[in-house]
């Protein structure tokens, strides 16, 4: 991570001289891929990229969340001109957090609803400005069951930006870690980790009545996607199972 984060910085004054600061995070993303593929060992196979790659207008991403490979996944799907929306105490963090200000990520500060709102309001306007896409884990956190694939419930926060915004959420769909990665077994394989983009669910004409309706829709879209692209667990506790 700390390679692709000076990967970033090192690229930004090319990017900015030629007009392109918005896809700084795009290359760091491509570098990470490569990266973690060629030494790692982990090949990160897409489906259905074209909902991202062919995005000519502001989005909503949304993505599940298992663990740090998922910047694996993410370093293939990001698209051209996106960011991510992150706590503004990240902004002080040595190499990620100046990575991430000289990136134009968008920074919000911890408070109530109101305040939240208010400044996603703000942030909605960069967005349809600069022409961005926005990067949220719906979940808020890792989500980790010990039995199955699954996933947390969602915060609203990415359904709030999108239909302040006017603008369509796009689900990315990483199948369950497990087999590639088990922090809980101590095991790192490797492998193939199959990834899927969905198509994007419009918000056009939503009001904040409709956010629990999209967040059910979208959620329920993504574990149905989850479990179809996701393989038998292997047993790491049986010998007669091969590593």
Same mark, same amino acid.
């Given at each position: 991570m700390l390679e692709a984060c000076l990967s970033g910085i090192a690229v930004c004054p090319y990017l900015w001289l030629n007009g392109r600061r918005a896809d700084t995070n795009w290359v760091v993303?491509? *570098?990470? #891929?490569?990266?973690?593929?060629?030494f790692v060992g982990v090949e990160v196979i897409v489906e259905q990229d074209d909902y991202v790659k062919n995005l000519n207008k502001p989005a909503v991403l949304v993505g599940n969340h298992q663990s740090t490979l998922d910047l694996c996944w993410l370093g293939r *799907?990001? $698209?051209?001109?996106? /960011?991510?929306l992150a706590k503004e105490s990240l902004k002080y963090t040595p190499f @990620?957090?100046?990575?991430?200000?000289? #990136?134009?990520?968008?920074f919000v500060r911890r408070g109530n609803k109101d305040?939240?709102?208010e400044m996603f309001k703000e942030a909605t306007k960069? /967005?349809?400005e600069k022409n961005l896409s926005v990067f949220f884990f719906p979940e808020g956190t890792r989500s980790v069951n010990p039995e199955k694939p699954s996933m947390l419930p969602f915060k609203k926060g990415a359904f709030l930006f999108a239909v302040l915004a006017q603008i369509p959420?796009? $689900?990315? /769909? #990483?199948?369950?870690?497990?087999?590639? =990665?088990?922090?809980?077994?101590?095991? =790192? $394989?490797?492998?193939? @980790?199959?990834t899927k983009v969905l198509p994007p669910i419009e918000t056009e004409g939503k009001t904040e009545d409709d956010? $629990? !309706?999209?967040? !059910? *829709?979208c959620r329920a879209k993504m @574990? !149905? #996607?989850l479990e179809e692209i996701s393989p038998e667990r292997v047993d790491y506790g049986s010998k007669s199972k091969k590593e």
């Open positions: 993303a491509r *570098t990470f #891929a490569f990266l973690t593929q060629t *799907t990001f $698209p051209h001109r996106s /960011v991510i @990620l957090g100046w990575f991430m200000v000289m #990136a134009d990520n968008i305040s939240i709102r960069t /967005v349809h959420i796009v $689900p990315m /769909v #990483a199948m369950d870690q497990h087999n590639v =990665f088990s922090f809980r077994h101590r095991r =790192f $394989p490797g492998g193939k @980790l199959r956010i $629990p !309706e999209l967040m !059910e *829709t @574990l !149905e #996607a």
